[in-house]
């Protein structure tokens, strides 16, 4: 059984700082869970292009106000608490912070912890990130 307090995680390396946003990885690919778990705070006045193309994420809102954008058909969704969505053709898109959100994340295949987003907005593919780390 794994337990994590998210008030202990948020003081440790699972805290990932970014532009515009911050990311409490409570559960990640060593875990062996098959998908990783986040607590995501996107700010307030935030806009974040993403295209995970290597990864699918579902996102259930806690807390705040905000919109997401579908690049590929200019859809715009409100999301406020008890919305969820999830990128489940790698949709590229642009997330919008309203007020501060506070999300639950669940990214297939599960991340590591160690990474960032590229210019495209992506994460790299598993295979891509243990090529990097083994240098």
């Given at each position: 059984?794994?337990?994590?307090?998210?008030?202990?995680?948020?003081n440790t390396e699972r805290?990932?700082?970014?532009e515009g946003w911050n990311?409490?990885?409570?559960?990640?690919?060593?875990?062996?869970?098959?998908?990783?778990?986040?607590?995501?705070?996107?700010?307030?006045?935030?806009?974040?292009?993403?295209?995970?193309?290597?990864?699918?994420?579902?996102?259930?809102?806690?807390?705040?106000?905000?919109?997401?954008?579908?690049?590929?058909?200019?859809?715009?969704?409100?999301?406020?608490?008890?919305?969820?969505?999830?990128?489940?053709?790698?949709?590229?898109?642009?997330?919008?912070?309203?007020?501060?959100?506070?999300?639950?994340?669940?990214?297939?295949?599960?991340?590591?912890?160690?990474?960032?987003?590229?210019a495209d907005g992506s994460?790299?593919?598993?295979?891509?990130?243990?090529?990097?780390?083994?240098?």
């Open positions: 059984m794994i337990v994590r307090d998210l008030h202990t995680a948020k805290r990932v700082d970014s990311s409490v990885r409570l559960l990640l690919a060593g875990d062996n869970m098959g998908f990783s778990f986040h607590i995501t705070t996107i700010y307030a006045g935030g806009e974040l292009q993403f295209h995970y193309k290597n990864h699918f994420e579902s996102v259930y809102c806690i807390s705040g106000e905000g919109s997401i954008e579908d690049l590929a058909t200019g859809e715009v969704h409100e999301i406020r608490p008890g919305v969820m969505y999830a990128l489940n053709e790698h949709d590229k898109h642009i997330l919008r912070g309203k007020t501060e959100m506070v999300m639950a994340c669940v990214f297939n295949p599960p991340v590591t912890g160690n990474e960032v987003h590229r994460y790299a593919s598993a295979d891509e990130h243990q090529q990097a780390a083994a240098g």
